[in-house]
T-cell receptor, first 110, second 110 residues
Framework: DAGITQSPRHKVTETGTPVTLRCHQT?????MYWYRQDPGHGLRLIHY???????DKGEVSDGYSVSRSKTEDFLLTLESATSSQTSVYFC?????????FGQGTRLTVV | GQQVMQIPQYQHVQEGEDFTTYCNSS?????IQWYKQRPGGHPVFLIQ?????EVKKQKRLTFQFGEAKKNSSLHITATQTTDVGTYFC??????????FGDGTTLTVKP
């Protein structure tokens, strides 16, 4: 699993509430990514980071923000959760050209 | 951004039959990666192809990259129940950002 831990693994939250998902890695990899996966779709990139305090937007970044204050942690925040953000969220790191994914966080917004 | 289209969306086979999934792009791809995701699991990297016409094999899996680098295929010979899951193709940039196809979900009937 390349030392990637996502937390929480499951979460149910109400519309309009803020939510933060955490991705933790133990091997000091520089690149980290957040993807979302919806039924019938592949993974879509939300945000990524190429170092501490260096982040950039992916293709579906609206409604999400990220922070990386330490190499090992990459946080994804939904400032005000909406039902359209119900999804499975995967964190990934890059080792060479390979991406290694965390176990995922299943988020339900009701 | 660059899109990769994957067909078919679903494939149901009898155990022992062959399976092929195809990935197509309207533009030239710098590389193509393949991932497998078991039901309820996370994507797992299988392989990367970068050269025109490249063919790589992993046991019963054969991966091809087209001569024009606009298409790729994954072929599984004599499927087994352990092959079930969703197979994704993706293109990765130098920053490791990946654009995924929507995947082909394979079910195998024993």
């Amino acid at each position: 699993d390349a030392g990637i831990t996502q937390s929480p693994r499951h979460k149910v939250t109400e519309t309009g509430t803020p939510v933060t998902l955490r991705c933790h890695q133990t091997e000091n990899h520089r690149y980290m990514y957040w993807y979302r996966q919806d039924p019938g779709h592949g993974l879509r990139l939300i945000h990524y980071s190429y170092g501490v305090k260096d982040t950039d937007k992916g293709e579906v970044s609206d409604g999400y923000s990220v922070s990386r204050s330490k190499t090992e942690d990459f946080l994804l925040t939904l400032e005000s959760a909406t039902s359209s953000q119900t999804s499975v969220y995967f964190c990934a790191i890059r080792v060479g050209y390979e991406a290694f994914f965390g176990q995922g966080t299943r988020l339900t917004v009701v | 951004g660059q899109q990769v289209m994957q067909i078919p969306q679903y494939q149901h086979v009898q155990e022992g039959e062959d399976f092929t999934t195809y990935c197509n792009s309207s533009t030239t791809l710098s590389n193509i990666q393949w991932y497998k995701q078991r039901p309820g699991g996370h994507p797992v990297f299988l392989i990367q192809l970068v050269k025109s016409g490249e063919v790589k094999k992993q046991k019963r899996l054969t991966f091809q990259f087209g001569e024009a680098k606009k298409n790729s295929s994954l072929h599984i010979t004599a499927t087994q129940t352990t092959d079930v899951g969703t197979y994704f193709c993706a293109q990765s940039t130098n920053a490791g950002k990946s654009t995924f196809g929507d995947g082909t979900t394979l079910t195998v009937k024993p």
